[in-house]
């Protein structure tokens, strides 16, 4: 049998009737299962679930009523239509077969026709029924007016029966009919159509008759539509009549079921209006819902949430495509449970288990757990969703969801171990509401404040700060809400009553609304206890450093006359024709070693300065290519003798003129091109130059020194820039090894660095960069016009200069300078002969010796500050202290302005007419030294002083030119001119000039 054939159950004891219905339903194509008792019928219905049941009602063991009640009772039959067969049946019997359950009866004899019609109708009734709920369950509240249209549809049924000349009059009529026409059934019994005039219009009542008519001549069914009109109303009705036919073939009987269709004709309209809007919708919803799903998935995508599911009876485990991402392995296409169990890590083994071993005896509930994976050898923490389907008391599958909460786990981990280094922490933290009352505080604080963690929120800051006040909590609560923290320190008072310094630092943090100020306190007992030590100890070094730095002061001051007395000398006694050569060997090692250790002590005292940090810049504008045409001349005849190269290249655009100190520009400079020609013995050495704007007067500029000479192997490059620390070569050619470790010092303090690549037996090249500013046109104009003084103005001679040195020969050359310039000149040899001086004269200015015996610069000035009687005059201090101090000192003491030695004395002079308003006579450069040649300059030179002469050759041989310009004033005094040309020349950067005429050779490495 298919799914289509309707099984119809035939209740009766009269084996008979059985055959006569069982042969008219099986011409109906139904599958007939027949009963001859009730308690048959009954087990055959549980049995077959037929779709219909025709019972008869008079059977000897149970009659069709309780037959009808029981199969109500049956899941298989409590919705099955079940029609009533009897010979003849009462009205009370009418009520009594409906009571029990029964759809509809027919009493015997009756038209297999109308049984049939009946049979079918209620069959079809029932299918119609059982699809519209299954219609109503797909649809559900997008179809619940259909639905209920559905429900609401019910059929008007009627008998006539068919007499001589086909007479028709009214057998019966469902409560429908009554309901439709408006008319009782028992109202209608018996009579004809053209009886009932007084309820039905006579169109109606022809109408009907000529449907009939055709119905009963043609043995067919006739449908038609009309209207019956009665005399309460008018109903448009589908009307059918089916024509059944007795033994002789004639029609006996028409049963006729009217459906009224006034309301659905009204509703026709505006049911396909709404049919239209219902697709529309459900066309919108199903666009929702999938755009639903789509984000759905989007978002457990992105929350890594995966769905799975297992099936328990075949163990069949499958899940989405998010859960092998998450667990790394591919479980999506469906494994037993036991291989996504192996996944799990053992430890929590048994809580997966456990779980599913309660759903297994029945847990219905939902579950969650937190599980641990191991995925490609790493932790994989998820959580599982657990839901049991159970069918009855079987639980047939288990599905949920997979999130992956690694992130949050690891989080919570990290939390923990957070709140146990809180908790573990030394220090006290805790949490202060704006009253001051603890919210939260670690172990340490409440180990420290000897309360408890239940009692912590009735205590507040105030019993164990004794310093503190509410009011001082208010007003700090306030600076906290504007700044977001505070930091002070303080004391607290543990639970023993001691109190003990504390560091407190407060962050302002505002949780929901709640505002809070979160502390970090420390015990800094030792802390302060160390810093007493440390004061202590800086004390001292102060101390040591001082007297470091007073040795060093004393040494730069004092050490330069004896050694330049030595090396003077040593020139002298070889210029002596009597010496023998051992004599003449032995002065030139006492000559190289005397030069030799006065370099060195120059490096320490740099290196001294630079330690102690009191090397300071002295920034003046100069012409930078003028410096490097300088160094390039220092070095040609050495490069020369040597047979190498040696080229500059200078960009065109290079700025000519610079605001920096160009004192240690040129000394590193020439350190780093000594170095290039020392070290290079083939080849050459060529040095580059270029800029770029870092601001809008502010230069970076580079200066590279490239050689192609022994270079430098990798182990000793780190030596390169170390004090006293030399390569191999550096050693085998002498030097203290400190010049380019005070070099690069240098460098970084004018903003830049030194630094080198090298490859050994390929050579090296040095990089210099620093930083510059661009003078303003004005200055650079003057810079290169600058013009020499000559002498002070007519209007403005005379003006009266003291000048005290300790050392007398300072002292006179100073005095010469200022009094060939017209000053009138007073000079003293100490501080109490200056005070002494001052009782009776008053100069236009005071050129004052910082480091003296007795009394320092200083201390004369403080009595001269304190002495009423003293008018008021321009200071300047005057010194050789390296280290600076003297600067500093003069400055605290009230000097005008300090001015180190060696210096130049037109930068004395101007410093002069400053504070005096000097006005001086200028002379173009060389005007004076015009008329001497080159060759009278030497014959000159050769005649003067010898010591002199040596004085000025080591300054110029060690490129100290403020010392060599300083003793050029000295040489004025013999031949004005001669001096004026030396000076042109070292001022034009004409090294190579000089040094032939004193004789220097450029190939000597000193």
Same mark, same amino acid.
């Given at each position: 049998?298919?799914?289509?054939?309707?099984?119809?159950?035939?209740?009766?004891?009269?084996?008979?009737? $059985?055959?006569?219905?069982?042969?008219?339903?099986?011409?109906?194509?139904?599958?007939?299962?027949?009963?001859? @008792?009730?308690?048959?019928?009954?087990?055959?219905?549980?049995?077959?679930?037929?779709?219909?049941?025709?019972?008869?009602?008079?059977?000897?063991?149970?009659?069709?009523?309780?037959?009808?009640? =029981?199969?109500?009772?049956?899941?298989?039959?409590?919705?099955?239509?079940?029609?009533?067969?009897?010979?003849?049946?009462?009205?009370?019997?009418?009520?009594?077969?409906?009571?029990?359950?029964?759809?509809?009866?027919?009493?015997?004899?009756?038209?297999?026709?109308? +049984?049939?019609?009946?049979?079918?109708?209620?069959?079809?009734?029932?299918?119609?029924?059982?699809?519209?709920?299954?219609?109503?369950?797909?649809?559900?509240?997008?179809?619940?007016?259909?639905?209920?249209?559905?429900?609401?549809?019910?059929?008007?049924?009627?008998? $006539?029966?068919?007499?001589?000349?086909?007479?028709?009059?009214?057998?019966?009529?469902?409560?429908?009919?009554?309901?439709?026409?408006?008319?009782?059934?028992?109202?209608?019994?018996?009579?004809?159509?053209?009886?009932?005039?007084?309820?039905?219009?006579?169109?109606?009542?022809?109408?009907?008759?000529?449907?009939?008519?055709?119905?009963?001549?043609?043995?067919?069914?006739?449908?038609?539509?009309?209207?019956?009109?009665?005399?309460?109303?008018?109903?448009?009705?589908?009307? @059918?009549?089916?024509?059944?036919?007795?033994?002789?073939?004639?029609?006996?009987?028409?049963?006729?079921?009217?459906?009224?269709?006034?309301?659905?004709?009204?509703?026709?309209?505006?049911?396909?209006?709404?049919?239209?809007?219902?697709? #529309?919708?459900?066309?919108?919803?199903?666009?929702?819902?999938?755009?639903?799903?789509?984000?759905?998935?989007?978002?457990?995508?992105?929350?890594?949430?995966?769905?799975?599911?297992?099936?328990?009876?075949?163990?069949?485990?499958?899940?989405?495509?998010?859960?092998?991402?998450?667990?790394?392995?591919?479980?999506?296409?469906?494994?037993?449970?036991?291989?996504?169990?192996?996944?799990?890590?053992?430890?929590?083994?048994?809580?997966?288990?456990?779980?599913?071993?309660?759903?297994?005896?029945?847990?219905?509930?939902?579950?969650?757990?937190?599980?641990?994976?191991?995925?490609?050898?790493?932790?994989?923490?998820?959580?599982?969703?657990?839901?049991?389907?159970?069918?009855?008391?079987? %639980?047939?599958?288990?599905?949920?969801?997979?999130?992956?909460?690694?992130?949050?786990?690891?989080?919570?981990?990290?939390?923990?171990?957070?709140?146990?280094?809180?908790?573990?922490?030394?220090?006290?933290?805790?949490?202060?509401?704006?009253?001051?009352?603890?919210?939260?505080?670690?172990?340490?604080?409440?180990?420290?404040?000897?309360?408890?963690?239940?009692?912590?929120?009735?205590?507040?800051?105030?019993?164990?700060?004794?310093?503190?006040?509410?009011? *001082? *909590?208010?007003?700090?609560?306030?600076?906290?809400?504007?700044? #977001?923290?505070?930091?002070?320190?303080?004391?607290?008072?543990?639970?023993?009553?001691?109190?003990?310094?504390?560091?407190?630092?407060?962050?302002?943090?505002?949780?929901?609304?709640?505002?809070? %100020?979160?502390?970090?306190?420390?015990?800094?007992?030792?802390?302060?206890?160390?810093?007493?030590?440390?004061?202590?100890?800086?004390?001292?070094?102060?101390?040591?450093?001082?007297?470091?730095?007073?040795?060093?002061?004393?040494?730069?001051?004092?050490?330069?006359?004896?050694?330049?007395?030595?090396?003077?000398?040593?020139?002298?006694?070889?210029?002596?024709?009597?010496?023998?050569?051992?004599?003449?060997?032995?002065?030139?090692?006492?000559?190289?070693?005397?030069?030799?250790?006065?370099?060195?002590?120059?490096?320490? +005292?740099?290196?001294?300065?630079?330690?102690?940090?009191?090397?300071?810049?002295?920034?003046?504008?100069?012409?930078?290519?003028?410096?490097?045409?300088?160094?390039?001349?220092?070095?040609?005849?050495?490069?020369?003798?040597?047979?190498?190269?040696?080229?500059?290249?200078?960009?065109?655009?290079?700025?000519?003129?610079?605001?920096?100190?160009?004192?240690?520009?040129?000394?590193?400079?020439?350190?780093?091109?000594?170095?290039?020609?020392?070290?290079?013995?083939?080849?050459?050495?060529?040095?580059?130059?270029?800029?770029?704007?870092?601001?809008?007067?502010?230069?970076?500029?580079?200066?590279?020194?490239?050689?192609?000479?022994?270079?430098?192997?990798?182990?000793?490059?780190?030596?390169?820039?170390?004090?006293?620390?030399?390569?191999?070569?550096?050693?085998?050619?002498?030097?203290?090894?400190?010049?380019?470790?005070?070099?690069?010092?240098?460098?970084?303090?004018?903003?830049?660095?030194?630094?080198?690549?090298?490859?050994?037996?390929?050579?090296?090249?040095?990089?210099? @960069?620093?930083?510059?500013?661009?003078?303003?046109?004005?200055?650079?104009?003057?810079?290169?016009?600058?013009?020499?003084?000559?002498?002070?103005?007519?209007?403005?001679?005379?003006?009266?200069?003291?000048?005290?040195?300790?050392?007398?020969?300072?002292?006179?050359?100073?005095?010469?300078?200022?009094?060939?310039?017209?000053?009138?000149?007073?000079?003293?040899?100490?501080?109490?002969?200056?005070?002494?001086?001052?009782?009776?004269?008053?100069?236009?200015?005071?050129?004052?010796?910082?480091?003296?015996?007795?009394?320092?610069?200083?201390?004369?000035?403080?009595?001269?500050?304190?002495?009423?009687?003293?008018?008021?005059?321009?200071?300047?201090? =005057?010194?050789?202290?390296?280290?600076?101090?003297?600067?500093?000192?003069?400055?605290?003491?009230?000097?005008?302005?300090?001015?180190?030695?060696?210096?130049?004395?037109?930068?004395?002079?101007?410093?002069?007419?400053?504070?005096?308003?000097?006005?001086?006579?200028?002379?173009?450069?060389?005007?004076?030294?015009?008329?001497?040649?080159?060759?009278?300059?030497?014959?000159?030179?050769?005649?003067?002083?010898?010591?002199?002469?040596?004085?000025?050759?080591?300054?110029?041989?060690?490129?100290?030119?403020?010392?060599?310009?300083?003793?050029?004033?000295?040489?004025?005094?013999?031949?004005?001119?001669?001096?004026?040309?030396?000076?042109?020349?070292?001022?034009?950067?004409?090294?190579?000039?000089?040094?032939?005429?004193?004789?220097?050779?450029?190939?000597?490495?000193?």
């Amino acid at each position: 049998m298919d799914d289509t054939t309707k099984r119809v159950l035939i209740v009766d004891d009269n084996a008979g009737n $059985l055959s006569v219905v069982a042969g008219l339903v099986s011409k109906m194509g139904y599958e007939i299962i027949l009963a001859q @008792t009730g308690k048959e019928g009954i087990m055959s219905a549980k049995k077959y679930s037929p779709d219909a049941v025709l019972l008869d009602i008079m059977m000897p063991d149970k009659d069709g009523y309780e037959v009808c009640k =029981v199969l109500r009772t049956l899941p298989q039959t409590k919705d099955v239509p079940i029609i009533f067969l009897t010979a003849k049946l009462q009205e009370d019997g009418i009520d009594k077969a409906f009571d029990s359950g029964g759809t509809d009866y027919l009493t015997k004899p009756y038209s297999s026709n109308v +049984l049939l019609a009946r049979l079918k109708t209620h069959i079809d009734n029932s299918v119609l029924k059982k699809n519209t709920l299954e219609l109503k369950d797909k649809l559900k509240v997008q179809n619940q007016f259909l639905e209920n249209i559905y429900e609401d549809v019910e059929v008007g049924l009627f008998v $006539l029966e068919v007499g001589e000349n086909h007479k028709l009059r009214y057998l019966g009529a469902n409560s429908m009919f009554e309901q439709i026409m408006g008319i009782r059934s028992k109202d209608l019994m018996y009579k004809s159509p053209e009886e009932l005039t007084k309820h039905f219009s006579k169109f109606t009542i022809e109408e009907l008759l000529k449907k009939a008519e055709k119905c009963i001549s043609e043995k067919q069914k006739i449908n038609y539509k009309g209207r019956i009109i009665t005399n309460e109303k008018t109903v448009l009705c589908i009307t @059918t009549l089916s024509p059944v036919t007795g033994d002789s073939g004639e029609v006996i009987r028409i049963i006729g079921s009217s459906t009224d269709i006034t309301e659905l004709e009204k509703a026709k309209h505006e049911l396909e209006t709404h049919k239209n809007n219902l697709e #529309k919708e459900v066309e919108q919803r199903t666009s929702e819902l999938n755009k639903s799903r789509e984000e759905l998935l989007l978002a457990q995508k992105i929350a890594h949430i995966g769905h799975w599911n297992f099936e328990l009876h075949n163990d069949h485990f499958t899940c989405s495509k998010i859960v092998d991402k998450i667990l790394g392995m591919p479980l999506s296409q469906g494994v037993p449970i036991s291989k996504f169990r192996k996944l799990i890590d053992p430890s929590y083994i048994q809580r997966f288990d456990r779980v599913l071993n309660k759903i297994f005896t029945g847990f219905r509930e939902g579950k969650k757990i937190e599980l641990r994976f191991i995925s490609a050898e790493k932790y994989k923490y998820i959580e599982m969703n657990i839901k049991p389907v159970f069918n009855g008391n079987r %639980c047939e599958y288990i599905f949920g969801t997979i999130q992956d909460i690694t992130a949050r786990k690891q989080m919570e981990i990290a939390l923990t171990k957070i709140q146990f280094a809180v908790d573990e922490s030394s220090d006290e933290i805790y949490f202060l509401d704006k009253h001051g009352q603890f919210v939260y505080a670690n172990q340490t604080a409440l180990k420290n404040f000897g309360i408890s963690a239940d009692k912590l929120s009735s205590k507040s800051i105030f019993e164990f700060n004794p310093e503190k006040t509410r009011q *001082w *909590w208010k007003e700090t609560w306030e600076v906290l809400k504007k700044d #977001k923290k505070i930091s002070l320190q303080t004391v607290h008072r543990s639970k023993e009553g001691q109190e003990y310094p504390v560091d407190i630092h407060g962050q302002y943090l505002k949780l929901e609304e709640q505002e809070l %100020c979160c502390i970090f306190c420390r015990d800094i007992s030792r802390i302060k206890k160390y810093e007493e030590e440390l004061l202590k100890a800086r004390d001292e070094a102060d101390k040591a450093s001082e007297a470091k730095s007073q040795f060093l002061a004393n040494m730069s001051h004092e050490i330069r006359t004896p050694m330049n007395a030595i090396i003077g000398y040593s020139q002298m006694l070889k210029k002596s024709d009597n010496l023998t050569n051992e004599q003449t060997k032995q002065l030139e090692i006492v000559d190289s070693s005397s030069h030799h250790l006065l370099n060195l002590i120059n490096d320490i +005292l740099e290196m001294s300065k630079m330690e102690a940090g009191k090397v300071t810049l002295s920034p003046i504008t100069f012409d930078f290519i003028n410096l490097l045409s300088v160094t390039k001349s220092i070095f040609t005849l050495k490069a020369e003798n040597k047979s190498i190269f040696l080229e500059y290249d200078i960009p065109s655009d290079m700025p000519r003129v610079i605001y920096a100190d160009d004192g240690k520009i040129r000394q590193v400079i020439i350190n780093l091109l000594g170095n290039a020609v020392k070290f290079t013995d083939r080849g050459g050495v060529r040095v580059r130059a270029r800029h770029e704007q870092i601001d809008e007067n502010i230069l970076k500029i580079t200066v590279e020194v490239e050689d192609t000479g022994y270079g430098i192997s990798e182990d000793e490059k780190e030596k390169v820039f170390s004090y006293f620390d030399q390569t191999e070569s550096g050693k085998m050619s002498g030097g203290s090894g400190l010049g380019l470790a005070i070099s690069k010092g240098y460098a970084r303090q004018m903003g830049g660095d030194i630094t080198f690549t090298s490859k050994e037996g390929r050579g090296s090249t040095f990089s210099l @960069t620093f930083t510059a500013e661009l003078p303003e046109k004005k200055q650079q104009n003057q810079q290169q016009n600058k013009k020499s003084i000559k002498c002070l103005t007519q209007e403005h001679e005379g003006k009266l200069v003291i000048v005290t040195d300790d050392n007398k020969e300072n002292r006179e050359v100073l005095t010469d300078l200022l009094y060939d310039a017209g000053f009138q000149v007073i000079s003293a040899g100490s501080g109490q002969e200056t005070l002494e001086l001052l009782s009776k004269f008053t100069p236009d200015i005071l050129l004052l010796d910082n480091m003296m015996p007795n009394m320092t610069g200083a201390e004369v000035i403080d009595e001269i500050k304190e002495n009423p009687n003293i008018k008021d005059f321009p200071i300047i201090i =005057v010194s050789g202290d390296v280290m600076g101090k003297s600067h500093k000192l003069a400055v605290e003491a009230g000097a005008t302005d300090f001015v180190s030695k060696p210096y130049e004395i037109d930068q004395l002079l101007e410093k002069i007419a400053l504070y005096t308003n000097a006005e001086y006579i200028y002379e173009a450069p060389g005007s004076e030294a015009q008329d001497m040649s080159n060759e009278k300059l030497s014959q000159f030179l050769s005649e003067i002083d010898i010591s002199l002469f040596n004085s000025l050759r080591a300054e110029l041989e060690n490129g100290r030119m403020k010392e060599f310009t300083e003793q050029l004033e000295r040489l004025k005094k013999t031949n004005k001119a001669a001096g004026i040309k030396l000076y042109r020349l070292a001022e034009g950067y004409e090294y190579e000039q000089l040094f032939k005429l004193f004789g220097i050779d450029l190939d000597d490495e000193n």
